[in-house]
């Protein structure tokens, strides 16, 4: 069975502030995706990476794809109160191009 | 265009009875799915449909869920003769199909078993 960590569980910063949150996984994904969900509401996608040692940036976010396709990061840079939320990766693997298998994911609280 | 939605929001409900919820994937998406959130976790998968059919239904906890989509747009997961450990967030979310990994979930549907 698949397991994917993340960390940190919880990460409370201020306002301002960088930070870099990670995934990873002993087996090699296919794809990976990225999600934040709020509170009461849905996951929503930021980014999809497929490529090892792909780079995709996202305004002041930036995702990273291990070159085995085996973990990925998140690095925000300044980040701001609107960034709260839990970040969530999910991977596509064992030939599977449709079943995500998730992380339990990073709470991020970025206090003004 | 519209998202996923799902209804109810929130449903409670008591332990033995039964519970139908329901997704509306966005337009021309032909892949279905339905996760399930509990508290503290990410989603764990348990459909997929693929148009009408249920191309993977490996998730399901037992047999008492069920689900459908018969006309391959809407879908309904149904439970039956619900458990208190049943209590969760159910999320659907929707995809182009074919080899496109994107999936969009809806909000979900909060189901509490008292």
């Known amino acids: 069975t698949q397991l994917l960590e993340q960390s940190p569980q919880f990460l409370s910063i201020q306002e301002g502030e960088n930070l870099t949150v990670y995934c990873n996984s002993s087996s090699v994904f296919s794809s990976l995706q990225w999600y934040r969900q709020e509170p009461g509401e849905g996951p929503v996608l930021l980014v999809t990476?497929?490529?090892?040692?792909e780079v995709k940036k996202l305004k002041r976010l930036t995702f990273q794809f291990g070159d085995a396709r085996k973990d990925s990061s998140l690095h925000i840079t300044a980040a701001q109160p609107g960034d709260t939320g839990l970040y969530l990766c999910?991977?596509?693997?064992?030939?599977?191009?449709?079943?995500?298998?998730f992380g339990k994911g990073t709470l991020l609280t970025v206090n003004p | 265009g519209a998202g996923v939605s799902q209804t109810p929001s929130n449903k409670v409900t008591e332990k033995g009875k039964y519970v139908e919820l329901r997704c509306d994937p966005i337009s021309g998406h032909t892949a279905l799915y339905w996760y399930r959130q509990s508290l503290g976790q990410g989603p764990e998968f348990l459909i997929y449909?693929?148009?009408?059919?249920?191309?993977?239904d490996s998730g399901l906890p037992n047999d008492r869920f069920f689900a459908v989509r018969p006309e391959g747009s809407v879908s309904t997961l149904k439970i039956q003769r619900t458990e208190r450990g049943d209590s969760a967030v159910y999320l659907c979310?929707?995809?182009?199909?074919?080899?496109?990994?994107?999936?969009?979930f809806g909000p979900g549907t909060r189901l509490t078993v008292l």
């Open positions: 999910g991977g596509m693997s064992g030939g599977s191009n449709y079943k995500l298998t």
């Open positions: 990476v497929v490529t090892g040692g």
């Open positions: 449909f693929q148009g009408t059919g249920a191309a993977d």
């Open positions: 979310a929707s995809s182009l199909g074919g080899r496109t990994p994107e999936q969009f």
